[in-house]
């Protein structure tokens, strides 16, 4: 798995102290954005840099000289040495800004840009999300294997569903190249009630939400079951890594008439790929 270090996850679910402050609900919110971002680390690294800053300020407001501070300027170095002398201030600002500094910020997307991105990238959800119910719901009822139910059968199913949305192949192709590292845990959250695609992020401020731990447990083994029932991509390094048992979700067998389809499957593959 890319652009995403799952150790962050199994460190969260299995309730290990946090290495800095904030470290589990930041790793949270960055693993909820590679969701829709998962071979595009810029956008991962952004909301947490973005996250972590909301923090130091607050404490820097805090602590900082009396009557506050009023432009960026004031934050000298010297100012920032003192701070870094507390033990909290300096274990996040070292993992978030360690190596570079806040003039990192300079080069990374800000809050618009980011919410812009996210917001785009959810359109382009419910299509993987398509693929991946056809697929699992195929194979976990008996209906196909998971060699017949493959990336192919999916686009295509995809392609004959009739919707508000005429979704041609070339479409569907793009939008599972963007998001199919990512398409089980897509799966688990928008279809079998997870709910953890990110929040939009509005202003210039991020408040950080708790982690249910029980629940994020819970879509990991969901998402491991998905992942191993269609033999997805890479599945069972990440599932060992993350260290989850995989837990069947409820899900109902596909009507026949939306496996009527693959009785022409080659004949409509090639039309498809042919529009």
């Not at 491991?224 to 048992?245: F, G, M, N, P, T």
């Amino acid at each position: 798995m890319k652009e995403f270090n799952l150790s962050m996850l199994r460190q969260i679910i299995s309730g290990k102290p946090e290495m800095f402050s904030h470290e589990h609900g930041i790793r949270f919110l960055q693993f909820r954005v590679w969701l829709l971002f998962p071979e595009e680390s810029e956008y991962v690294d952004a909301v947490g840099k973005w996250a972590a800053t909301s923090i130091l300020r607050e404490y820097e407001s805090d602590h900082g000289p009396r009557g506050g501070f009023g432009r960026p300027s004031d934050r000298t170095s010297k100012i920032l040495v003192g701070f870094l002398k507390d033990d909290s201030y300096a274990r996040l600002y070292d993992a978030m800004f360690g190596t570079t500094g806040w003039t990192s910020l300079v080069d990374t997307p800000r809050f618009g840009e980011l919410n812009r991105c996210i917001q785009t990238r959810r359109g382009e959800v419910d299509t993987v999300c398509d693929m991946i119910d056809f697929r699992f719901r195929a194979v976990e009822h008996g209906a196909l294997t998971p060699k017949k139910a493959n990336i192919g059968a999916g686009e295509l199913y995809v392609c004959l569903k009739q919707g508000p949305e005429k979704r041609s192949w070339r479409t569907v192709r793009k939008r599972w190249k963007n998001l199919k590292q990512a398409a089980p845990f897509l799966y688990a959250s928008e279809r079998l009630g997870f709910d953890f695609l990110p929040p939009e992020l509005d202003g210039d401020e991020l408040e950080l939400e708790s982690v249910n731990r029980a629940k994020l447990r819970h879509f990991l083994q969901a998402a491991a079951y998905v992942a191993s029932k269609i033999e997805h991509v890479d599945e069972d390094d990440w599932i060992e890594e993350l260290r989850v048992v995989p837990k069947a979700p409820k899900t109902t067998a596909l009507k026949p008439s939306q496996l009527e389809f693959m009785r022409s499957y080659k004949e409509l593959v090639r039309e498809m790929r042919s529009t």
